[in-house]
């Protein structure tokens, strides 16, 4: 192990104290912030690198499953609902994942003085997310989902989809009968 990565495990350590859960053999970087530590929970063996930002706000929940990956620069932000990633998660670095919007009906008051839409977000087993996505309230990702680069997902997803683009959408599909991947046309 790089002898940076003895300080991880060492901080991953002192977060069994502070979170909700942390996992054995889990490590993490030094994080950006952190917030509603004791709403969080981290399952075994993942791996959190520098920068992460990671907000339980109010009754929000923040539950990350075994054997995932997050590199630097990661935001999640959840607010008066559970925001899940799954088991055998990859998240590229600079994604952001929320499970909270901004109101922003009323055009005599700033949206910054308005209320906030919660819905529930769920990043399934064996998803990767590219790098720079930005992952919207509402967004249900099914099993070993591909998100691109840079993608702006919102929406639901089927099992084995690859999503890209702005606004995201899906171009490929695994094929359980053929075994292959099989583009998707609209």
Not at 48 to 65: L, Q, Y
Not at 89 to 96: E, G, S
Not at 150 to 160: E, K
């Amino acid at each position: 192990m790089h002898p940076v990565k003895y300080l991880w495990a060492v901080r991953g350590l002192m977060a069994k104290l502070s979170f909700k859960h942390f996992g054995n053999m889990s490590y993490i970087g030094k994080p950006l912030y952190i917030e509603g530590k004791r709403k969080i929970s981290v399952g075994n063996r993942t791996r959190i690198f520098p920068g992460i930002r990671m907000e339980a706000i109010k009754n929000g929940s923040i539950v990350i499953g075994s054997n995932t990956v997050m590199e630097q620069n990661v935001h999640i932000i959840s607010m008066d609902s559970e925001l899940t990633i799954g088991n055998d998660v990859t998240i590229a670095p600079n994604v952001f994942i929320t499970n909270v919007n901004h109101d922003y009906k009323d055009i005599e008051k700033s949206v910054m003085n308005q209320g906030h839409i919660v819905k529930e977000t769920v990043i399934g087993d064996g998803c990767f997310i590219g790098y720079g996505a930005a992952i919207q309230a509402g967004t249900i990702l099914g099993k070993h989902c591909i998100v691109g680069t840079n993608a702006v997902v919102r929406g639901t997803f089927p099992d084995y989809s690859v999503i890209v683009g702005v606004p995201a959408r899906v171009i490929k599909q695994y094929d359980e009968k053929t075994k292959t991947w099989k583009k998707v046309t609209q």
